[in-house]
């Protein structure tokens, strides 16, 4: 898999992340980030990215409304699909971590995978 995408960069450019030199090591660190990792299947990676590319694409379009003064109701409209699209996201990335992560850490014995779940179903139902 690629290293930084873009986004992780953008990131990085507008101050939400940066980087910490520890010794020999350039070790990336985000204020959003639980410093966790995580491989992904090539086919879960491709899934994601070809999403996260179709809402990028979406709120461009919805940028060119903007510039072009596109009616308020159809930019809300776009801006609606868009909300969906990140909500289909956060739904096939819960399904997995749950089939993958939790139910590793698990079988591991760390059931402290379960509070982070709470904690994180939690989060996404505001």
């Known amino acids: 898999m690629p290293g930084k995408s873009k986004v992780s960069e953008e990131l990085m450019d507008s101050g939400c992340c940066g980087t910490d030199n520890?010794?020999?090591d350039m070790k990336e660190s985000c204020c959003c980030s639980s410093g966790k990792t995580k491989e992904r299947t090539d086919k879960e990676?491709?899934?994601?990215m070809n999403r996260l590319?179709?809402?990028?694409g979406q709120v461009r379009g919805v940028e060119g409304m903007l510039e072009n003064n596109a009616y308020c109701t159809d930019i809300l409209t776009q801006v609606s699909a868009i909300t969906?699209?990140?909500n289909s996201f956060n739904k096939a990335l819960l399904?997995?971590?749950?089939?993958?992560?939790?139910?590793?850490?698990?079988r591991e014995g760390n059931e402290e995978v379960i509070d982070e779940l709470v904690v994180t179903l939690?989060?996404?139902?505001k």
């Not at 990676?45 to 994601?48: A, G, R």
């Not at 939690?122 to 139902?125: C, D």
């Open 22 to 24: 520890t010794g020999d």
């Open 122 to 125: 939690q989060k996404l139902m």
């Open 53 to 56: 590319k179709r809402i990028e």
């Open 45 to 48: 990676y491709k899934d994601l």
């Open 84 to 86: 969906s699209a990140l």
């Open 95 to 106: 399904a997995n971590h749950m089939k993958t992560c939790v139910v590793d850490n698990i």
